[in-house]
T-cell receptor, first 108, second 116 residues
């Protein structure tokens, strides 16, 4: 079964601290993994995707097929990073399977 | 670019009535549109996938006759909640993928439906 697990509902850190939002997935083939972000009162938007292997707003995520993980990391959190983060998986179709989301709070 | 709009942004209706929600791609042609439902503090649950000119594909457990989806053009999909009940109250979000883009979905701002 296709599933995305985000074990943390809430992650609170202070500004400047490292951040890691965990994401594990279950999929029998070769999925494409994404991180979406939703800032307060804004729509969901794509943050990054594993195939692009790029850093967006200082965030990176590496696909670890052995551990079936796609954790999102940032070495120094900023207050403006406070948002809801969703990990998502896409398999053979265009459909996205979302995790339950992690709320990141960055305190000053 | 790649903007998706939804109308209305919020709606209140009485039990038993029907409500139509529109999803439009403003600056691109959307070959596929998706409809999600999001309960408070929960994740997005895919309801159905619609392709222009063909019938929508519903996810397991989603009532086709209750949630009517029409994708009449490459820029418009509609979701009609028929005979609405209070338990249908939720946040409905659409997204769209354009021609030539693989897997990237552009999301609308959502529509909050409250059934009284």
């Amino acid at each position: 079964a296709q599933r995305v697990t985000q074990p943390e509902k809430l992650l609170s850190v202070f500004k400047g601290a490292p951040v890691e939002l965990k994401c594990n997935y279950s999929y029998s083939g070769s999925p494409e993994l994404f991180w979406y972000v939703q800032y307060s009162r804004q729509r969901l938007q794509l943050l990054l995707r594993h195939i692009s292997r790029e850093s967006i707003k200082g965030f990176t995520a590496d696909l670890n097929k052995g551990e079936t993980s796609f954790h999102l990391k940032k070495p120094f959190a900023q207050e403006e990073d406070s948002a809801m983060y969703y990990c998502a998986l896409s398999g053979s179709s265009d459909k996205l399977i979302f995790g339950t989301g992690t709320r990141l709070q960055v305190f000053p | 670019g790649a903007v998706v709009s939804q109308h209305p942004s919020w709606v209140i209706c009485k039990s038993g009535t029907s409500v139509k929600i529109e999803c439009r791609s403003l600056d691109f042609q959307a070959t596929t549109m998706f409809w999600y439902r999001q309960f408070p503090k929960q994740s997005l649950m895919l309801m159905a996938t619609s392709n222009e000119g063909s019938k929508a594909t519903y996810e397991q457990g989603v009532e086709k006759d209750k949630f009517l989806i029409n994708h009449a053009s490459l820029t418009l999909s509609t979701l009609t909640v028929t005979s609405a009940h209070p338990e249908d109250s939720s946040f409905y979000i659409c997204s769209a993928t354009g021609t030539g883009s693989t897997y990237e979905q552009y999301f609308g701002p959502g529509t909050r439906l409250t059934v009284t």
